[in-house]
């Protein structure tokens, strides 16, 4: 055991009396330490709950035979921490958690690990820590809220938002908001669409790292206590059987999770986490296996905000095994891997079936042939952007117009909210990158607005920042390079001071070269290049055979000198 470096021998003499300070019996100290990091807290909605969901673990894995040793991780609930400074501390804290997760469980030398974790950065980082550790590990998971019911129908927090923005434009009053505001979020857990937290939960089970339901069970079902017992009890065959994390995690679970990601549409915040997680099982994420994989897999879950279901019917539908399920049907997933039941992927799927078409499309009538996400490059984004492109209307599948640029969040809320936005208008907000920000700030308040100003299927975004799982639209981040290193998105000036100027946002199926996807901007201040898109597109893809537009253009021009 890990732990007899902490336990036996003469040595260990001193260590023994901190346990016996500790009140740990003798029968105690002779079994496997198993470390519950617990993300309870009382700011987070998706955490008040952690401390039944600690509880149920902890007698998991006592009656399997372990000693559960409970110790913390912080989180911050992005909802609150949006549209201010405190959105710049949120991305970084995925690194406090996996850094400080690492730190604790290698000093006490556990022998086995829970992780309790729900909201957005919680996830990747216990994921990352996992994969560092590699001691045997289960993912337990807080659930999700159940949706609000407003005049009738099912909302969520993004509703809430857009609440806002429809007051602004006189579309709501104040009673009418505040009727959403104390309605949208009734219960505990991780807000109810398909927004960052539940796109991780959902993945911890497709990685193999959470057993079923973990990603779907709402926050206030009695099923989640019972789930999280199991896990306890899981976690200590786990370590009879010495099944860690990097036997889970593998190279090709990270391609399962990416393809359930383009099934499920989730969070184009997962092209952050994925990548991250794959770098600590020495694993070379390239940002462009997103298309590759979105070419081949069909989207089959409109959940909030793409649509009007939610996590309870993706649970009652069947859940992410029942997703996962209608892939194999052709052939799209690796089903070798092994998980944390002691079974494989395949084995755990086998007979889960899809309860609710409506809810999860059928393998052959989805909503798109191609994945909810796709990875745009262009001279704007030369290093990649990312759209959530099963949220995106399809009005806005192609859309050009003036530039109307922001160097910050802040400044760009306030002009949607004055009535300054109009049909047409392509937002530009910059400087709001990892280094430019700094920190990276989510957008949704003013995607919400947009959206809330009746502007959604008329007004683009693009910004070096990123965006909520909450957000919808043509909305399109992590612009690369960000304005702060050089990008050519800091080279973009105000429409009307540069007529010229259009910026051209094209992902459109199935019309385009070979269900091409790709983002173009075009300004006459950059490098004098103004050409029409599908022209440009047609013509590159014919003489190169890709879709780097950028360097054809230069090639072109150094011709024409």
Known sequence: MNSDHVKKGMQQAPHRSLFNALGYTKEEMERPLVGIVSSYNE???????????????????????????????????????????????????????????????????????????????????????????????????????????????????????????????????????????????????????????????????????????????????????????????????????????????TKEAILNALTVDMALGCSTNSMLHLPAIAHEIGMDFEIDFANGISEKTPNLCHLAPAGPTYMEDLNEAGGVYAVMNELNKKGLLYTDCMTVTGKTVGENIKNCVNLNPEVIRPIDNPYSQTGGLAVLTGNLAPDGGVVKRSAVCEEMMVHEGPARVFDCEEDAIAAIKGGKIVAGDVVVIRYEGPKGGPGMREMLNPTSAIAGMGLGSSVALITDGRFSGASRGASIGHISPEAAVGGPIALIEEGENQLEFYSTLMFRQGSVIDDGIFAVGLASGYDDALYLVEEIAKEVYEETGDLDIRSYIRKQERKEE
């Open 43 to 249: 700011i987070v909605p998706g955490h008040m709950n952690l401390d039944k969901i600690t509880q149920a673990v902890k007698m998991g894995v006592a009656m399997a035979g372990g000693t559960p040793v409970v110790f913390p991780a912080i989180a911050v609930c992005d909802g609150i921490a949006m549209g201010h400074t405190g959105m710049k501390y949120s991305l970084v804290t995925r690194e406090l958690i996996a850094d400080s997760t690492e730190c604790m469980a290698k000093a006490h030398q556990f022998d086995a690990l829970v992780m309790i974790p729900n909201c957005d950065k919680n996830v990747p980082g216990l994921l990352m820590a996992a994969a560092r550790i590699n001691v045997p590990t289960v993912f337990v998971s807080g659930g999700p809220m159940l949706a609000g019911h407003v005049q009738g129908k099912k909302r969520s927090l993004s509703s809430m938002f857009e609440a806002v923005g429809s007051y602004s434009a006189g579309t709501m009053t104040a009673e009418d908001v505040e009727e959403f505001e104390n309605k949208v979020c009734p219960t505990c857990g991780s807000c109810s669409g398909m927004y960052t937290a539940n796109s991780m939960n959902c993945l911890t089970e497709v990685l193999g790292m959470g057993l079923k339901g973990n990603g779907t069970i709402p926050a206030v079902y009695s099923e989640r206590i019972k789930l999280a017992k199991h896990a306890g009890m899981q976690v200590m065959e786990m370590y009879r059987r010495n099944i860690r994390p990097r036997d889970i995690m």
